[in-house]
């Protein structure tokens, strides 16, 4: 707000001497009926200067006062005149301009109009976004000479679509079916909007029928759209299983270890990362935005090191005796949740998004891609390539095959079989807490955070087979895919058991999953 009040300030005291704002003009867009204020707004936004704009803002954000004829704008507290920005003193009688909701939405689409001006394309780009569903004729001027000026083809293209939506509503039946005809090709879900809106008052039969073949073909981009969200969706939701399900795939698939608690230890890779943006929100203010790249080994370290410990410590001694494990690491769940109601509080907390990752990529009218889950999803498959590396090609791999394939013989080979275990199992539990690094980035942290994963990440190492990472990658990314597309069917609760049901009838028919462990490993 300080910001905005200098920016008014600075525009206030500094003007051309072409077309400067006059007190009739601020007088008429800030007191009288609604339409008459909206008609002279629209009048001062095709030949807007720094001072029109300057006040504009100051409607927009109450900081105006009208006193009989004289109009003035409060930056400070301090009184200022509009025209010439010298100091004024605000009559004790000054009243606030009425800006009902529809003011407010004229107010903030002449804002936008003005920059679309800017020199900054980003301001540019913002500014056509927020007039993607204007349909008032007065704007066409100015979007005219927006349209002439702009120099990004992209955006001219955008401005093109704006101007075709406002002409929807031109009394020249020519112009409105040459721009029904330039509809055709927008993906906007605004542009559908316009259309129906139009279509309910036309009364020219050939416009009509323009307009209804323009509906068919948005109608047609945008049911591709929605269908490549649900995909990209799917996708997300897939990479985020497949990050969780690794560590299982680990400790469960190559040691046989049924741990409940692996959803705590990405409890703990979360708050990691929150107690990592502290330290930078704290010391480190000025580097803010890469405290995520020092919080991913923090992660990985703090779940590595409580996993080694639970293995040392409860986890080792119960190898071979999978319900006494499953109870124990349940136990340990339940702990290792109130261990963090009782340092951070039950309440979630919030860790925010570096600006890297902040926005998407918007490829169609309806489909935009997040930054933070095109990361996430280049994370997972970067961490899925290092675990495979480390299984395949290391010689810490090497030895925690040997051990998963034949303890003894690896035994006697010299491999220290109850060292592997804990590496093992501190391996899994370190890539369980990078996922829940990544789950920081799109949600809230809190102690349940594990809970809502631990059964679906079971049933991908199940569905993909026991041990196998390939399988992992395949039933992850095929059950994210498959719940994203029948949430939008059936919606979200029956999608979860329509799931639960095909897993069921799969395994029943391939008890091994899809990828089926060979050979001396195989359970004969």
Not at 34 to 40: G, V
Not at 146 to 163: D, G
Not at 235 to 260: E, R
Not at 370 to 391: C, D, E, H, S
Request: proline share 3%.
């Amino acid at each position: 707000m300080q910001l905005r009040s200098l920016f008014l300030l600075a525009a206030l005291c500094v003007a051309p001497l072409a077309q400067a704002l006059t007190m009739d003009e601020a007088r008429a867009m800030a007191s009288g009926e609604t339409d008459a204020r909206i008609e002279a707004l629209n009048k001062a936004a095709v030949t807007a200067d720094d001072k029109t704009m300057a006040f504009i803002q100051a409607l927009a954000d109450d900081a105006v006062k009208v006193s009989g004829d004289k109009v003035f704008v409060v930056v400070d507290g301090q009184g200022q005149d509009p025209v010439t920005g010298a100091p004024a003193t605000v009559p004790d009688d000054a009243e606030d301009p009425s800006n009902n909701n529809r003011m407010r939405g004229e107010l903030g689409n002449a804002l936008a109009a003005i920059k679309l001006f800017s020199p900054d394309e980003k301001v540019r780009r913002a500014a056509i976004a927020t007039l993607q569903a204007e349909t008032e004729l007065s704007r066409l001027p100015l979007i005219d000479k927006a349209l002439a000026a702009e120099p990004n083809a992209t955006l001219k293209e955008q401005l093109t679509m704006v101007r075709a939506r406002i002409l929807l509503g031109s009394d020249d039946k020519a112009q409105r079916i040459a721009a029904a005809g330039q509809l055709a090709d927008s993906g906007n879900p605004a542009t559908k909007t316009a259309l129906l809106e139009r279509l309910a008052v036309e009364t020219e039969s050939d416009a009509k029928a323009a307009m209804q073949a323009s509906l068919r073909a948005v109608d047609a981009a945008l049911a591709w759209g929605d269908k490549l969200a649900a995909i990209f969706s799917g996708i997300s939701l897939g990479s985020i299983l497949l990050l969780v399900a690794l560590g299982l795939a680990i400790t469960y698939g190559l040691m046989g270890v049924i741990n409940m608690a692996h959803g705590e230890l990405m409890m703990i890779g979360a708050y990691a990362t929150y107690v990592v943006q502290g330290v930078f929100q704290t010391y480190f203010p000025g580097a803010f935005d890469w405290y995520l790249v020092a919080a991913v080994p923090v992660a990985f370290a703090a779940s590595a090191l409580m996993g080694a410990a639970l293995e040392r410590s409860v986890i080792r001694f119960l190898y071979g005796r999978p319900l006494e494990t499953l109870l124990a690491t349940w136990g340990i769940s339940l702990m290792l949740q109130q261990l963090v109601r009782s340092f951070f509080g039950a309440q979630n907390v919030g860790v925010e998004n570096p600006s890297w990752m902040s926005g998407g990529v918007l490829l169609m009218g309806n489909l935009q891609l997040p930054w933070n889950r095109i990361i996430i999803i280049a994370f997972a498959f970067a961490v899925l390539g290092g675990v495979a590396f480390l299984i395949s090609k290391t010689r810490l791999g090497l030895f925690v095959r040997g051990v998963t394939q034949n303890r003894p013989i690896a035994s006697c080979m010299g491999v220290n079989t109850a060292r592997i275990d804990t590496y093992a199992f501190a391996l899994g539990s370190g890539i369980a807490g990078l996922a829940g690094c990544a789950l920081s980035q799109i949600g809230n942290v809190g102690p349940d955070l594990g809970q809502g994963y631990i059964v679906d990440s079971f049933m991908v190492v199940v569905l993909g087979g026991v041990g196998q990472l390939a399988g992992t990658v395949y039933a992850a990314l095929g059950l994210g895919v498959l719940n994203k597309f029948l949430e939008g069917i059936t919606g979200a609760v029956l999608a979860k058991i329509a799931v639960l049901v095909l897993i069921i009838v799969f395994i029943q028919k391939r008890p091994q999953g899809i990828f089926a462990m060979k050979g001396r490993s195989a359970e004969a």
